[in-house]
């Protein structure tokens, strides 16, 4: 099984401060993406990334692909209440053919 | 706005209803699946469908039916179900979907049909 481990699981931070999920994997994706979902609603795509070493930036988020394509980061600078939510990775599994989740990261931002 | 869109948004069940879940989508899309999703959990595949025919198969009780009358439509029936199986249901669509190529492996959600079995 290819598993994708992200980090933390939770997350409470003060409005403006500075953070980053990790999602981790011994095993090489073709692609990940970034998914935010809010409480009720299904999994919005933020990011895909294909390529090793390639940095892509959404407004204030900033999304890394590790160069050999096992692990990404997602940085988010000055964060909002707006950006309260669940942020989830997700990489292709050629072997099984389907996406592999990360277990998440439930993130709150307090004003 | 999600492309994809799923009906109801609610549905409360007694464990003796018949009722199904339905998705669309209008990209064009040849490959459709169906996700469980427990409350702060990542989504958990069930069911995946490629040019309307079932492709992958996720060990799902019986008690959970797919079907894909064209390319554009999904449905999920249920009936019998327990109490545990209380999540939200999110359809998803992608281009195309292959086991051994990554190609439009982008997935678009739709925003879930919350079901309680009581």
């Known amino acids: 099984t290819q598993l994708l481990e992200q980090s933390p699981q939770f997350l409470s931070i003060q409005e403006g401060e500075n953070l980053t999920v990790y999602c981790n994997s011994s095993?090489?994706?073709?692609?990940l993406q970034w998914y935010r979902q809010e409480p009720g609603e299904g999994p919005v795509l933020l990011v895909t990334?294909?390529?090793?070493?390639e940095v892509k930036k959404l407004k204030r988020l900033t999304f890394q692909f590790g160069d050999a394509r096992k692990d990404s980061s997602l940085h988010i600078t000055a964060a909002q209440p707006g950006d309260t939510g669940l942020y989830l990775c997700a990489g292709f599994n050629t072997n099984a053919g389907k996406s592999t989740f990360g277990d998440g990261t439930t993130l709150t931002v307090k004003p | 706005d999600t492309e994809v869109t799923q009906t109801p948004k609610h549905l409360v069940m007694g464990m003796t209803n018949k009722k199904s879940l339905k998705c669309e989508q209008h990209?064009?899309?040849?490959?459709m699946y169906w996700y469980k999703q427990k409350a702060k959990k990542p989504p958990e595949l069930m069911f995946v469908?490629?040019?309307?025919?079932?492709?992958i198969n996720e060990s799902v009780p019986s008690r959970f039916s797919p079907e894909c009358p064209n390319s554009s439509l999904l449905n999920l029936h249920l009936h019998a179900l327990q109490p545990e199986d209380s999540a939200l249901y999110l359809c998803a669509s992608t281009p195309r979907w292959d086991r051994s190529r990554s190609f439009g492996n982008t997935i678009y959600f739709g925003e879930g049909s919350w079901l309680t079995v009581v």
């Open positions: 095993s090489v994706f073709s692609s």
């Open positions: 469908y490629s040019y309307e025919k079932l492709s």
């Open positions: 990209m064009g899309h040849r490959a």
């Open positions: 990334v294909v390529t090793g070493g």
